[in-house]
């Protein structure tokens, strides 16, 4: 599985954005996926899961409510809704996938054998 992120930009705080993963190969639709997200200096964090059936899905606290994570199997892609951006969250955002995982693994980002290139994310204030 190749996945490329993309939709990225320069907003202002209050904006919104969403963001696209394109995924090749026809497992995707079998795999769990994820966004997660890393700012200048820091670790790279977890953002939102999805399962691969699009039933189930996980956000950290501090987009809970804001982001809403989505997928479409039929087109190989996954989005990433942001509304209400903030400054906090300026960050290269990647998507990543792996086959079927355990709930607890899902914000775990040792969990994903496949990552896309991020795609950057700026909010000013």
């Known amino acids: 599985v190749q996945l490329q992120a993309s939709g990225g930009g320069l907003v202002q705080a209050g904006d919104s954005l969403r963001l696209s993963c394109a995924a090749s190969?026809?497992?995707?639709?079998?795999?769990?996926m994820a966004w997660f997200r890393q700012a200048p200096g820091k670790e790279r964090e977890f953002v939102a899961a999805m399962r691969y059936s699009g039933g189930t899905s996980l956000y950290a606290d501090s987009v809970k409510g804001r982001f809403t994570i989505s997928r479409d199997n039929a087109k190989n892609m996954a989005y990433l809704q942001m509304n209400s951006l903030k400054p906090d969250d300026t960050a290269v955002y990647y998507c990543?996938?792996?086959?079927?995982?355990?709930?607890?693994?899902?914000?775990?980002?040792?969990?994903?054998?496949?990552w896309g290139r991020g795609t950057q994310v700026t909010v000013s204030s």
């Open positions: 990543a996938s792996t086959p079927r995982i355990a709930y607890s693994g899902l914000a775990v980002p040792s969990s994903y054998h496949y």
């Open positions: 190969g026809r497992t995707f639709r079998d795999w769990d």
